[in-house]
C-alpha cells in the first residue's frame, strides 16, 4: 500500500529552521503533486505550501511566504519543506499528503494519501 513517511520535525527555538522530509513509497511518485499541510491544537488542518506534479509551480500559505520553500527530487521519491524564521505559530503536526496530476491544490479534500504527521515545535 502507499505510505507517505515524514522526517525531520523537532524542537527549535524561534528564529530558527528546520527541514522536513516526506519519503513515498508504492506510488508513481513523479505523476503527484505533492503538499504539506499543518494542524495546531484546537485549530483546522491548514494549507503550508504545494508543488506540482511536473515541479513546474509552487504555492504557499501567505502565512510562510518567504521564509519556507518546498522543492522536490523525483529520483528520491521525496518532497521537502525547509522552514527559515521559524517563529510560535507555526509550531503544529506537520503532514504531507500527494495529489494525483495535481496542480499543488491548497483544498486539503484535493489529496489521496496522506503521512503520518511529524511535530515541530517553535519556542519563543
Known amino acids: 500500500q502507499v505510505q507517505l513517511v515524514e522526517s525531520g520535525g523537532g524542537l527549535v527555538q524561534a528564529g530558527g529552521s528546520l527541514r522536513l522530509s516526506c519519503t513515498a513509497s508504492?506510488?508513481?511518485?513523479?505523476?503527484?503533486?505533492m503538499g504539506w499541510f499543518r494542524q495546531a491544537p484546537g485549530k483546522e488542518r491548514e494549507f503550508v505550501a504545494a508543488?506540482?506534479?511536473?515541479?513546474?509551480?509552487?504555492r504557499y500559505a501567505d502565512s510562510v511566504k518567504g521564509r519556507f520553500t518546498i522543492s522536490r527530487d523525483n529520483a528520491l521519491n521525496t518532497v521537502y519543506l525547509q522552514m527559515n524564521s521559524l517563529k510560535p505559530e507555526d509550531t503544529a503536526v506537520y503532514y504531507c499528503?500527494?495529489?494525483?496530476w495535481g496542480p499543488g491544490s491548497t483544498a486539503w479534500a484535493a489529496y489521496d494519501y496522506w503521512g503520518q504527521g511529524t511535530q515541530v515545535t517553535v519556542s519563543s
Open positions: 499528503a500527494a495529489d494525483l
Open positions: 508504492r506510488l508513481p511518485f513523479s505523476s503527484y503533486a
Open positions: 508543488i506540482s506534479w511536473g515541479g513546474i509551480s509552487t
